[in-house]
């Protein structure tokens, strides 16, 4: 099923972030959207999603892999106009905030293995991309790609074991728009401390 965009604006109470969603059902990968789309002047905290990756990215260059109508497939834009320091952590701080929004939502705990996954029971289950770009030492843009597992549940065999959704894990379907309202709503408080 595809993802219900007014589903996810009704339970935002961000100021910014994910005020702005672009939805595909279909791209090469959202972290590439972005940067098209920062050239032609897109609004800060612009959330890029689809239901359907077909060159998702991972760290180091590796592929996500994405069956499709399944997890959350998304990148969002930041613009925090600071210094470079302010945001040394902000990988660990999305990937806490995501543990914190399934802990929420769910009672579920995940634990986080440095600096960018996630794991469910000792399997990757998410994975946070975050790019930046900067003048200086002034960070115009963070670029921030999130994949979360949550009900696809096989997987190529290359990575079958080692990882996982949350839908594998607990045997129900979970709802990808709560997922990510309550992951805004947590996240952009936090940001907003760290940059000021």
């Known amino acids: 099923m595809n993802l219900d965009i007014e589903k996810i604006k009704k339970n935002l109470n ?10 595909f059902e279909e791209i090469d ?50 613009m925090p106009n600071c210094h470079i320091s302010k945001i040394k952590d ?3 701080i999305i990937a806490e905030c995501i543990i914190q929004a399934i802990k929420k939502l769910y009672g579920i705990d995940l634990q986080l293995k440095h600096p960018n996954d996630i794991m469910c029971n ?17 960070v ?3 670029i921030i790609g999130i994949g979360i597992n949550v009900n696809q549940t096989e997987f190529q065999s290359e990575i079958e074991n080692i990882a996982t959704s949350l839908k594998k894990e607990y045997k129900k379907d979970f709802c990808r728009e709560q997922i990510i309202s309550e992951f805004f709503n947590l996240f952009e408080d936090k940001y907003l401390k760290i940059i000021s």
């Open 140 to 142: 115009k843009y963070i």
């Open 14 to 23: 961000t100021k910014f972030l994910g005020r702005n969603i672009i939805y």
């Open 122 to 138: 000792s399997k990757k289950m998410v994975g946070i991309l975050t790019e930046s770009i900067t003048n200086k030492e002034i």
């Open 29 to 78: 990968s959202t972290q590439d959207e972005v940067k098209r789309k920062i050239k032609q002047n897109i609004a800060n905290g612009t959330y890029i999603v689809t239901d359907k990756q077909t060159k998702g990215k991972g760290t180091h260059d590796r592929i996500w892999y994405d069956k499709g109508f399944e997890n959350i497939c998304g990148s969002f834009v930041l």
């Open 90 to 92: 902000i990988t660990v």
